[in-house]
């Protein structure tokens, strides 16, 4: 298992969804709640939850990778079972959660679901600090074929300066340029 250094609520970078959900607590005790609201932060490979949204440390903290994420109302017996959802990965602790609502519960599986997609691709994201190559065909052999080309095809029709695949447009009042 990594380690996840702790990071304050708006340190925690690229977030993603945040919001307050109840965590079911692992360890729970005989009189105690089992469900403790927490400030929720997920961001492109961590979940974090924290007391409230204005805490420096977080409660925990963990990566998303290969977990899945999934709703699960058998969480819970009560009016709220629609709002639950889940973190589970095998081997790994399972994470129980409540939303205020069915459909944030079915967002927060949505976003969770959406980044472990997007851990797993196989395609390289592009970043968007990388300079774009830009390309230039002005002397390059292949563009001076595809012209004389271009010109040698239609040597049968009479020959107005605008070839057929000429891609420049004659606006109203301008002559068409001669070759």
């Not at 709640?33 to 490979?45: D, F, M, Y």
Request: some cysteine.
């Amino acid at each position: 298992l990594e380690e996840i250094a702790p990071r304050p609520v708006q340190e925690a970078g690229n977030i993603l969804k945040q919001g307050y959900l109840e965590k079911r607590s692992r360890d729970h005790g005989f009189f105690g709640s089992e469900w403790q609201k927490r400030w929720c932060v997920l961001n492109r490979k961590t979940f974090y939850y924290y007391a409230n949204e204005k805490s420096k440390q977080p409660k925990g903290t963990f990566s998303i990778e290969n977990y899945s994420a999934r709703l699960a109302s058998h969480l819970r017996k009560d009016s709220r079972r629609k709002c639950c959802f889940e973190l589970v990965c095998p081997g790994r602790r399972t994470y129980e959660f409540t939303a205020r609502s069915p459909a944030e519960a079915e967002d927060w599986v949505d976003q969770i679901q959406f980044l472990l997609k997007d851990l797993t691709s196989l395609t390289i994201p592009y970043d968007e600090d990388d300079e774009e190559e830009t390309y230039n065909d002005v002397d390059s052999s292949d563009s001076l074929n595809a012209a004389s080309h271009n010109t040698t095809m239609n040597q049968d029709e009479p020959d107005d300066g605008m070839g057929e695949d000429d891609i420049y447009e004659v606006l109203p009042g301008e002559q068409p340029n001669t070759r």
